[in-house]
């Protein structure tokens, strides 16, 4: 199985400015069709999660271009700017490329 | 709009059997795959297995072999998850989503709290 592995944990971080998070593939995420099935998810406290960024750095309808994703084979990064306060939750990478899918184990995005 | 809406929470008793359900709304239910998904009280996303309402075909994640079984029903667009010979490790959040054109959950249920207590 393809093990995603995401740091930091937690982060805290003032209204306004800016974080990343990493993940972490154990083998490279590129299909044999030549796309990369990295996702990004937000799950608020309480809900369901919610598709934030497809295949490494394409936003989800809907989704602010705040959010950012970048990042090839087996390294991957989220950028959030300018942070508000609705964007509190865990957010998880997943892959989409090898079954069984597998997601990181999440990282708490806390406002200061 | 694209919805998918989980039947209620279920307490069930070790060894007994759940039928969760996920019934599509707002696109052709046969034209994408159901996802479902565990999530322990805190901890994180466990992917279960798929089922193509389009033709019936299953996957299962090694680990959920024997433990789920999906069905669909096309006449009413309801996908169904049978959760068998429970324990209290099956104690979890269990959420359906659909898979999207770029191997994504591009929309998820609400979740389903399944309790295992005697």
């Known amino acids: 199985d393809v093990v995603m592995t995401q740091t930091p944990v937690s982060l805290s971080v003032s209204l306004g400015g800016q974080v990343s998070i990493s993940c972490r593939s154990s083998?490279?995420?590129?299909?044999?069709?030549?796309?990369?099935?990295l996702s990004w998810y937000l799950q608020k406290p309480g809900q369901s999660p919610q598709l934030l960024i497809y295949?490494?750095?394409n936003r989800f309808s809907g989704i602010s271009d705040r959010f950012s994703g970048s990042g090839s084979g087996t390294d991957f990064t989220l950028k959030i700017s300018r942070v508000e306060p609705d964007d509190l939750g865990v957010y998880y990478c997943?892959?989409?490329?090898?079954?069984?899918?597998?997601f990181g184990s999440g990282t708490k995005l806390e406002i200061k | 709009q694209v919805q998918l809406q989980q039947s209620g929470a279920e307490l069930a008793k070790p060894g007994t059997s759940v039928k969760l359900s996920c019934k599509a709304s707002g696109y052709t239910f046969t034209s994408y795959y159901i996802y479902w998904v565990k999530q322990r009280p805190g901890q994180g996303l466990e992917w279960i297995g798929y089922i193509y309402p389009g033709n019936g075909g299953t996957y299962y994640s090694e680990k959920f072999k024997g433990k789920a079984t999906f069905t669909a029903d096309t006449s009413s667009s309801t996908a169904y998850m049978l959760l068998g010979s429970l324990t209290p490790e099956d104690s979890a959040y269990y959420f359906c989503a659909r898979r999207g054109h770029n191997n994504v959950f591009d929309y998820w249920g609400q979740g389903v709290m399944v309790t295992v207590s005697s």
């Open positions: 083998q490279s995420l590129v299909h044999n069709n030549g796309n990369t099935y």
């Open positions: 295949k490494v750095s």
């Open positions: 997943g892959q989409g490329t090898q079954y069984p899918l597998t």
